[in-house]
């Protein structure tokens, strides 16, 4: 979830750079800090569905008969 709200943020930012808007509370660079800020919230798991952990010894656990 958060890396698609980065994303979003992220060419936002293209947009804002390419068009060469600029506002005093919303510029590139605190976009792109922004942008930043989500994908950081992804990577540590924030915003997952599922507990990778209990999926993963649960399917591990499992022997085949």
Do not use: C, K, Q
Request: hydrophobic content about 55%.
């Amino acid at each position: 979830m958060f890396a698609l709200i980065a994303a979003i943020v992220f060419a936002i930012a293209l947009l804002a750079d390419l068009a060469n808007i600029s506002s005093d509370l919303f510029n590139n660079a605190t976009l792109t800090v922004l942008g930043l800020f989500f994908v950081a919230l992804h990577l540590a798991g924030f915003g997952t569905s599922t507990n990778w952990r209990s999926g993963w010894s649960r399917s591990r656990s499992r022997t085949r008969r």
